[in-house]
């Protein structure tokens, strides 16, 4: 679970507390993410830190109230997704893993989808969704209802189906984020390892719910 970052764009909420420590229902939106993978019978969770390290600490513990090991890695800067899942590589090892954004949310919780990932044995999975301001998201293209490409907050967006959060990946993943360079704001980009997978045929998409 990655849960650091500024919360700029959450202020005035994330002046004093992490972004994903902001209540939703009176439970902290990291809680939910928690939750939803022990429910999927995930036990071993490493929680990626930034500035707000202490907060999150403070609010999770190790993790023994929510039924789960929780470790904590620091990240050191805010340099990327992809950065936060390569200095966890000598913890996921080789098991595939669930890489969940805490600052996102999904109604309904995870399992059907990591059940899916695992029946499938899918090297990568995606989870899509339609947005109302494409160019905040990693967007999906389609041609002829097929899956052709995933750009990084499109100026001109080619859907309005953006890639959220929730990402499942197999050991592959560390080879993709090894060979990365960053980009123009300076982070390793997950959409580039994406769409990576997208180019061998190993990305699997499931479309949530819509609305
Ligand atoms: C990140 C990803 C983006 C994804 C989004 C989902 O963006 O880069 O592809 O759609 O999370 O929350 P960020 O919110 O870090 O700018």
Same mark, same amino acid.
């Given at each position: 679970?990655?849960?650091?970052?500024? &919360?700029?764009? =959450?202020?005035?909420? /994330?002046? /004093?507390?992490?972004?994903?420590?902001?209540?939703?229902?009176?439970?902290?939106?990291?809680?939910?993410?928690?939750?939803?993978?022990?429910?999927? &019978?995930?036990?071993? #969770?490493?929680?990626?830190?930034?500035?707000?390290?202490?907060?999150?600490?403070?609010?999770?513990?190790?993790?023994?109230?929510?039924?789960?090991?929780?470790?904590?890695?620091?990240?050191?800067?805010?340099?990327?997704?992809?950065?936060?899942?390569?200095?966890?590589?000598?913890?996921? &090892?080789? /098991?595939?893993?669930?890489?969940?954004?805490?600052?996102?949310? =999904? #109604?309904?919780?995870?399992?059907?989808?990591?059940?899916?990932?695992?029946?499938?044995?899918?090297?990568?999975?995606?989870l899509l969704h339609p947005v109302?301001?494409?160019?905040?998201?990693?967007?999906?293209?389609?041609?002829?209802?097929? =899956?052709?490409?995933?750009?990084?907050?499109?100026?001109?967006?080619?859907?309005?189906l953006a890639?959220i959060?929730?990402?499942?990946?197999?050991?592959?993943?560390?080879?993709?984020?090894?060979?990365?360079?960053?980009?123009?704001?300076?982070?390793?980009? #997950?959409?580039?390892?994406?769409?990576?997978?997208?180019?061998? &045929?190993?990305?699997?998409?499931?479309m949530l719910?819509?609305?």
């Open positions: 679970i990655l849960s650091g970052g500024k &919360g700029s764009r =959450l202020r005035p909420f /994330t002046y /004093t507390s992490a972004k994903q420590l902001v209540p939703i229902a009176n439970k902290p939106v990291l809680f939910y993410a928690i939750e939803q993978l022990v429910e999927c &019978g995930i036990r071993d #969770i490493a929680i990626v830190v930034g500035d707000t390290a202490d907060q999150i600490r403070a609010a999770v513990g190790d993790g023994a109230a929510f039924g789960a090991n929780v470790e904590y890695i620091e990240q050191d800067a805010p340099l990327g997704i992809a950065h936060a899942v390569k200095i966890a590589r000598d913890f996921m &090892g080789e /098991t595939p893993f669930v890489l969940y954004l805490g600052d996102n949310f =999904l #109604i309904g919780g995870v399992k059907s989808f990591v059940d899916r990932f695992r029946e499938n044995e899918a090297n990568c999975q995606i109302k301001n494409p160019e905040a998201f990693g967007i999906a293209e389609f041609v002829d209802g097929r =899956l052709t490409r995933i750009v990084e907050k499109p100026s001109s967006p080619p859907s309005n890639v959060g929730i990402y499942m990946f197999d050991r592959h993943v560390f080879e993709a984020v090894e060979r990365m360079k960053p980009t123009a704001r300076g982070e390793l980009e #997950i959409t580039a390892v994406n769409a990576e997978y997208l180019r061998r &045929g190993q990305l699997h998409m499931e719910g819509r609305g």
